[in-house]
């Protein structure tokens, strides 16, 4: 079917949907229903479709209640993820190679494809935040490198949503209790089959070490707590934060005449109204109720929500701008916390899944991927000056080093290690300073 067919076939449904609902109003609301509409008729062109009619049209069909089920329009939920994948993407994944009893960061061609560009689409940055984002939302994440000259060539992300795992425990394909992995392209419908050395699968929270588990399995009642906490307060937004009423009438009403006093006084309310003055007929009476989300411990109530969302993301409440249990003195030590109980289990799934997939079974004899865990000081200036005047005067870290690390020049007689005791001194002078007469 055409574009302009499947347009026109829209724009019928929308007509003939539009008549349905224009019958079916009450008779004060026809009249200017019709009114409304022949002077819209004469202003709008034959087969044009307005964007109102467009959006009841979707609405209608379903799309906009669909949208309305991502959890991402939950603000807890998104902030929390927005603020895991910023975490895992600012940290920089680098060949190490073993030298001795320590290691040294590698010349390896893989640090090009880790440090800068996957492949020729995404930045590192971009890749490692969006892999993170879907291991955190489905579970898992997938992805699949290609091979030039004996090399990988580019790694690439695969959608998880379209990749099913299947474990060969009959041996059809292969050895027993294989594993192999389904992507289904989503525009060509094309199958593509990986075995489990083509993939590097990272996961979440699995529970049989094969297939991981979404967070929001386990977060579906406190998510839904959340959704209707911010519909509540859209609400009171919509009626001008004024309280519910009750309308009183001498006389009986049936049922049209009850509709039509309930609209009437609905009208006369919402945000557009706030502060105006209403006219009561005489023979009308009003109530206002008292509902103050104060009363109800509305407030008490989302908070214990959100904290229970941050809780399952291993989020501290002060990344949430939730300040009630933080202190100005205690904020560094949760920010430490985040980062040694959160992220660093997710850095070492990363290093060993990466290691063992990327590198070869040689280059894994001497060689290892490692993430920079150093980045998260990078921005707090003052620590990382303390952990380098430490190290260098505690005897294990060269002045050269440290330098290194903040991109400084070498300065020769640095690379020698020094204790502090009063005046830092060579290491190899420790014990000098106490002989009668000095050296001689």
Known sequence: MSLFKRRKKIADEVENTTEQATEETTADTEQATEETTADTEQEQPAGVVTIQQ?????????????LAKNNLNAATYYACMLIRCNALAKVPFKVYERDGDGAKESDHYLNKLLKLRPNRFMTAHDFFWASEFQ?????????????RRGKIEEVYLLDSNYVEIIVDNAGILSSPNSVYYLYTDPRSSRQVIYTSDRIVHHKYFSTDGIKGNSIQKYLVDVLSQEKYAQQ???????HGLQDPIIV?????????RAAQIKKKFANLGGAQN??????????????????????SQFFELNGLTTRHIANAFGVKSFQLNDMEKSTYSNIEQQNRAFYSDTMQNVLTAYEQEATFKLLSSEDQETKFIQANADVYLRADIEARYKAYQTGITGGFLQIAEARKRENLPFIPGTDKLIIGNGAAIPLDMLGSQY??????
């Open 232 to 238: 509540v307060v859209n609400e009171k937004y919509s």
């Open 248 to 256: 009183t009438f001498t006389g009986d009403l049936d049922k049209t």
């Open 435 to 440: 002989d009668k007469g000095g050296n001689k």
């Open 54 to 66: 467009l959006n009841e049209f979707f609405d209608r069909q379903g799309f906009s209640s669909a």
């Open 274 to 295: 706030a502060g105006t003055v209403i006219p009561i007929p005489t023979d009308f009476g009003v109530q206002q109720l008292e509902t103050k989300l104060v009363n």
């Open 135 to 147: 291991r955190l939302s489905t579970g898992n994440t997938f992805w699949v490198y290609s091979f």
